[in-house]
């Protein structure tokens, strides 16, 4: 068997080899402090899973028909949270993808303030900014719809701003030369080349919000995660069955609709 | 858009494009435009004093929050380092049970075509589900507390995590693998041979991804009762305790902040 032999293995510089044990080291640190911290009862959860079983598992693969009319207004409702959302986020992320991006602006101050904007609207979990504009504007689907927006901006503008650093600059600088103003060189020289792939990344998000929107009901924002949270709280899983049905089929139909449209686009 | 820039252009040059395009075009920008004023119609019809109301009351709102209690930090910080030990648990398995399912759902793999289909539906109904509906499933699962959390949360990162492993396993050179199926190297020595050493890097890279996804998701996991910092939010929340709830805002937005600034530099390290 050992006839053959692999070639040698290439040296490694002591700073390397002392890279790689501090690497370890650091994730090992990560570890031991992970398993001594966390306290969860194993045999609790385990007994309670045994016990429970039976009452949810079985039930969520037999969905309650009679609720079909209440789940799908429901469901309706997410999807308009979401197109709503989407399409304000869309609108409201072309400024900041324009901030953002390195070759609109010649002030490094201006683009890194609107890199700086993006990533910290992006650290805002959907929910949290739902749990605010519940407060604020009260428990409906606006404050979903709110919600979704300014959610989605964060991540819409980044990808805004990576399509604006991506276009060929070598067209709008021709159109300087040959005297064109601020205006035309954005109508002409630079939307042409942005504008499938805005709506492009519009409507993935939209695929994503339709997701997002489904849980913002547990807060109070509307749409169907409100039956999900009623649902568990009376451990109706027969209706939660429905709900999840509900949620993979629209999901999965909307999936595959944007992703016809977007490769038609691009 | 796209039709403004049309019209501008027709009166000064014959048109890009042809009328029939125009047409669908136009078309389709009043569909979503209607759509998205329903959409605005409907999800107002319950809320009580409409739009301006609404912007009147953010003033008010704002003052609520505002200060925030910084005070609570010390006190929350125990459930916050459980928030992120949550997610490093779920990242971890869930990356280690990723692996065969991956292999399973790549079509240069996985050879017998029912069952890289079959694993790929699965992948795909599995990636539909919201991690809060998982959480809120498994809750009445197991009971209250972080266990329910961490199985949620690897059941939704591996959704993710094999659909993206497995689109870099199809996109590797497959040469160097058929030669050494060529000079008789059996499944696992291909794989090991010739596959890790060419996804390595990407999916380390795509398990710290995952791990940003999951450090997001568990902030909120305990609002429907899963464990972590979002069930002290909840409480909070509860007791209309608004400069309580800020704190802790504040607190998680920290946090993702510094998790993501590190995960990103190790990525690009990576790759």
Avoid: C
Avoid at chain 1, 193 to 208: K, N, T
Avoid at chain 2, 228 to 255: K, R, S
């Amino acid at each position: 068997m050992a006839t053959y032999s692999l070639p040698p293995k290439p040296k490694r510089s002591l700073f390397k080899k002392t890279k790689r044990i501090m690497i370890f080291l650091a994730i090992a640190a990560v570890y031991v402090w992970t398993f001594l911290g966390i306290d969860v009862d194993w045999g609790r959860a385990a007994e309670r899973a045994i016990n429970n079983f039976h009452r949810v598992i079985p039930k969520l693969f037999h969905p309650d028909w009679e609720a079909t009319g209440e789940v799908a207004g429901k469901m309706f409702e997410t999807i308009t949270i979401a197109f709503a959302g989407s399409f304000m986020a869309a609108i409201l992320a072309i400024p900041l993808g324009f901030l953002a991006a390195q070759n609109m602006s010649r002030s490094r101050l201006l683009t890194a303030s609107g890199k700086w904007i993006l990533s910290a609207i992006r650290a805002f979990p959907d929910i949290i900014l739902a749990i605010l504009f519940v407060v604020a504007v009260g428990p409906n689907a606006f404050a979903g719809v709110l919600a979704i927006a300014i959610g989605s901006t964060g991540m819409l503008g980044k990808l805004y701003s990576e399509v604006v650093e991506s276009i060929d600059m070598r067209v709008v600088e021709a159109m300087e030369a040959n005297g064109a103003n601020k205006v035309q060189m954005l109508f002409y020289g630079v939307m042409p080349q942005i504008i499938p792939e805005f709506l492009s990344y519009a409507i993935y998000r939209f695929e994503i919000d339709i997701r997002a929107s489904s849980i913002l009901g547990i807060v109070g924002a509307g749409g169907i995660g409100t039956m999900i949270i009623f649902a568990a709280n009376n451990r109706n899983w027969n209706e939660m069955g429905l709900i999840l049905l509900a949620i993979i089929i629209v999901v999965t139909v909307i999936d595959s609709i944007s992703a016809r449209i977007r490769r038609k686009i691009v | 858009m796209n039709n403004q820039t049309n019209s501008t252009s027709s009166q000064m040059t014959p048109p890009l494009y042809p009328a029939k395009t125009k047409a669908q075009v136009t078309l389709i920008f009043f569909i979503v435009i209607g759509f998205y004023l329903f959409s605005m119609v409907w999800t107002q019809r319950q809320m009580v004093g409409g739009f301006t109301d609404a912007l009147g009351n953010m003033g008010v709102v704002i003052n609520k929050f505002f200060p925030p209690n910084l005070s609570v930090i010390p006190a929350v910080w125990d459930p916050m380092a459980q928030t992120i030990q949550m997610a490093i648990i779920a990242t971890t398995v869930a990356a280690i049970l990723t692996v065969p399912l991956a292999l399973l759902s790549a079509q240069n793999i996985a050879t017998f075509k029912p069952i890289y289909i079959t694993t790929r539906t699965f992948l795909n109904i599995l990636r539909t589900i919201p991690d809060l509906v998982l959480a809120v499933v498994f809750v009445g699962l197991f009971g209250i507390g972080l266990f329910p959390g961490i199985i949620a949360l690897i059941i939704f990162s591996l959704g993710i995590l094999a659909k993206l492993i497995s689109e870099t396993i199809e996109s590797v050179d497959m040469n160097p693998l058929e030669a050494m199926r060529a000079s008789g190297g059996n499944v696992f020595q291909v794989i090991y041979y010739g596959l890790v050493p060419q996804v390595l890097p990407q999916f380390a890279s795509f398990v710290l991804y995952v791990f940003e996804i999951n450090i997001r998701a568990s902030v909120v996991l305990g609002l429907v009762g899963a464990g972590g910092i979002g069930l002290v939010l909840d409480q909070q929340l509860g007791f209309y305790n608004y400069p309580n709830v800020m704190a802790i805002i504040i607190l998680i937005f920290i946090v993702v902040l510094i998790i993501e600034y590190i995960s990103n530099k190790l990525r690009e390290a990576l790759i």
